[in-house]
């Protein structure tokens, strides 16, 4: 799987980021979400879907490959 983030979709809301902070961070200057783990190991994919769940902009998705 790929977690593709679509940046100017994000509102920085941050949810990503608290449910899975292995995986997401926010740009310091607008909060903006950034992809820190592009292919999540299997034991993050969990967190990574409800990160997806709970996006409020709907601008992250899992990708298969």
Do not use: N, T, Y
């Not at 983030?5 to 995986?23: F, I, R, S, T």
């Amino acid at each position: 799987m790929r977690v593709e983030l679509d940046e100017p979709k994000c509102v920085a809301a941050g949810q990503c980021v608290v449910v899975a902070p292995e995986v997401f961070d926010q740009r310091d200057e607008d909060g903006v979400a950034v992809v820190l783990e592009e292919h999540p190991a299997a034991e993050l994919l969990d967190s990574v879907r409800e990160a997806v769940a709970v996006c409020p902009a709907a601008a992250i998705r899992l990708a298969e490959l």
